[in-house]
């Protein structure tokens, strides 16, 4: 008889999540005979991350959706945030007491690094939805449980903001419990998007008398860069916006210098005059850290930060070393050793100018006219975008070690 990685017996290999699962745990130290315990959030920040979280929008729904359900099925509702802190729960009362004696409570951590395999940890892990039921779980204080958990992400950003779960003893396992809470996580992005619309259609009335009066080009977002309303200029679906958005002059990569104004849930955006609009001067490539690929863009009135993809990475690469500029065809050969794969190296070259047009142009495409390009690269040559197998970049590699 086979042994499961938590030490109990099993007779069949398990769901290859479950198994991924483990293998992460494992790694990260977790012990199975470890308690379930963590350290709880005060009350102060536990409210904190309520009502900064757009969660709290709609526990309304999730209570009359979710949470009278599980209540008559024995078992509680859970709403975390984006860390797998438990900010929300409620169901039944005797399994509300049994949860405490897990540590399933508000402010408590139930990422896998702190708890090992379950539903909450697992979806956060994975992004994905999943059950995780008795003995799947690796630690062995969870055995009486079964939990079934969603990912919720916000439709302004996609981001993730929280996981869904539902959790009780064991005994009250159903294989439906999955799909129910999945649907109920996808009700709730529902929501958040009529929501959102309707903030957006508010901003608009507010917007559209004030853009009326302007004779130059302007827009009105929200607070994610969603267009509200716009005149002069062709309009767009979302802004790129800096994380740190304020009132006065801004230099935004798409549009170049703005005056910003606050507005009631967003910004108003008014591009200013050419005078004042000085383009890039220096643009800084920064390769030397694998999974802190960036470009830094450096302007008349400050500099501005994109992360990047390890695709458009691969791509600045090869144009910072053609500054004459290159092709379609070139670039997809210095991409994929493969000249006619210029449709995705368009495709890749429009996301990319979405952030940086008034840095890249085209025909050929090549950085723009006056901008000084430097690349940082890695102390060690060969770590120069290690997982990279596209030519320029393995020429590279293979030139430096010489």
Known sequence: MRT????????????????????RVARSGVDPEQSTESELLGSNEIEHRRTSSALGEVMPLLRDSLASIADASQQIMVLTDADGRVLWRQ????????????????????????TGTNAIGTALATR??????????????????????????????????GILDISGPART??????????????????????????SIERLRSVAAPILCRLSGRAMAVDGH??????????????????????????????????????????WLLEVADADLDGPPRRLVLDLSRARGLSVHVINPVGTWTQRLSPRHAELLYALALHPEGRTAAELAQDLFGDA????????????????????????????????????????DPGDLLPHSKAPVVVGARGSASR
């Open 340 to 379: 006619t794969r210029t449709v995705t190296v368009r495709a890749e070259i429009s996301r990319l100018r979405r952030h940086l047009v008034e840095v890249l142009g085209h025909r050929p495409y090549r950085f723009g006219d006056g901008v000084e390009v430097e690349v940082v690269h890695p102390e």
């Open 91 to 114: 169901g039944h009362p005797r399994v509300l007491r049994q949860a405490d004696g897990v540590c399933l409570e508000e402010g408590a951590a139930w990422s896998e690094t702190t």
């Open 173 to 198: 396992f159903h294989p439906a419990t999955l799909a129910l809470v999945d649907s109920v996580a996808r009700l709730t992005e529902s929501e958040l998007r009529m929501r959102h619309i309707v």
């Open 225 to 266: 860069g969603w267009l509200a309303a716009v005149t002069g200029m062709p309009p767009v679906d979302r802004l790129p916006l800096p994380k740190s958005m304020r009132a006065g002059q801004v230099w935004l990569p798409s549009l170049g210098m703005c005056r910003v104004e606050p507005l009631p849930g967003g």
């Open 128 to 161: 994905k939805p999943i059950q995780v039921h008795s003995a799947e779980h690796f630690v062995r204080s969870l055995h009486n449980w079964t939990c079934a958990a969603a990912p919720v992400r916000d439709p302004r950003d996609g981001k993730l903001v």
């Open 4 to 23: 499961s990685r938590a030490g109990q017996p099993r007779g069949a290999a398990p769901r290859a999540e479950i198994d991924a699962s483990w293998d």
